[in-house]
T-cell receptor, first 116, second 109 residues
Framework: IAGITQAPTSQILAAGRRMTLRCTQDMRHNAMYWYRQDLGLGLRLIHY???????GKGEVPDGYSVSRANTDDFPLTLASAVPSQTSVYFC???????????????FGAGSRLTVL | GQNIDQPTEMTATEGAIVQINCTYQTSGFNGLFWYQQHAGEAPTFLSY??LDGLEEKGRFSSFLSRSKGYSYLLLKELQMKDSASYLCAVRDSNYQLIWGAGTKLIIKP
């Protein structure tokens, strides 16, 4: 089934530890995104990539890094986790990153991260 | 600053009609989206409006007035499976999506 796969589904992590959330898509979409979703707030963009080999910062990039070595994979790394990074993380993709047309986002199922 | 406002929660009865409003103040406008998100699941695309007027898609319709910075999502013949959060998002002049916090819709039998 075409779509986005995220791993892990959930994780409890000690503060200070390094963590990588994995995201893989099989739709050959050019653009990929990482969002975090917190209660009472809208989805907030962490980082994005309009095409393989390029990345950009979103609204809340501090404490996170990404890479886009190929079209399919877009991992998100927390170098040293802090409790404020407790959240649900969604990876998403779209055909293009330039916003032309509807450019609908397809989301993964999410990764629930708890930092203690 | 940029802002998307939508009600936090709404309750409606199975079989009825409900309208979920969204108002926005953004730096430019390049389209408005509605997504549905069931509890514990990923958001899924419902509708896209870039011109003023009503877009109808089955039981769901979405309306846009750019001059008023206003949109609504209309759900007809409500079913229990429509219980979900509905997210409004606006694409600004930089083609970045600005998201509202979502409206939790509770359907009662």
């Amino acid at each position: 089934i075409a779509g986005i796969t995220q791993a892990p589904t959930s994780q409890i992590l000690a503060a200070g530890r390094r963590m990588t959330l994995r995201c893989t898509q099989d739709m050959r979409h050019n653009a990929m995104y990482w969002y975090r979703q917190d209660l009472g707030l809208g989805l907030r963009l962490i980082h994005y990539s309009n095409t393989a080999g390029t990345t950009g910062k979103g609204e809340v990039p501090d404490g996170y890094s990404v890479s886009r070595a190929n079209t399919d994979d877009f991992p998100l790394t927390l170098a040293s986790a802090v409790p404020s990074q407790t959240s649900v993380y969604f990876c998403a993709s779209s055909e293009q990153g330039d916003g032309s047309g509807a450019n609908v986002l397809t989301f993964g199922a999410g990764s629930r991260l708890t930092v203690l | 600053g940029q802002n998307i406002d939508q009600p936090t929660e709404m309750t409606a009865t199975e079989g009825a009609i409900v309208q979920i409003n969204c108002t926005y103040q953004t730096s430019g406008f390049n389209g408005l989206f509605w997504y549905q998100q069931h509890a514990g699941e990923a958001p899924t695309f419902l509708s896209y409006n870039v011109l003023d007027g009503l877009e109808e898609k089955g039981r769901f319709s979405s309306f846009l007035s750019r001059s008023k910075g206003y949109s609504y999502l209309l759900l007809k013949e409500l079913q229990m499976k429509d219980s979900a959060s509905y997210l409004c998002a606006v694409r600004d002049s930089n083609y970045q999506l600005i998201w509202g916090a979502g409206t939790k819709l509770i359907i009662k039998p």
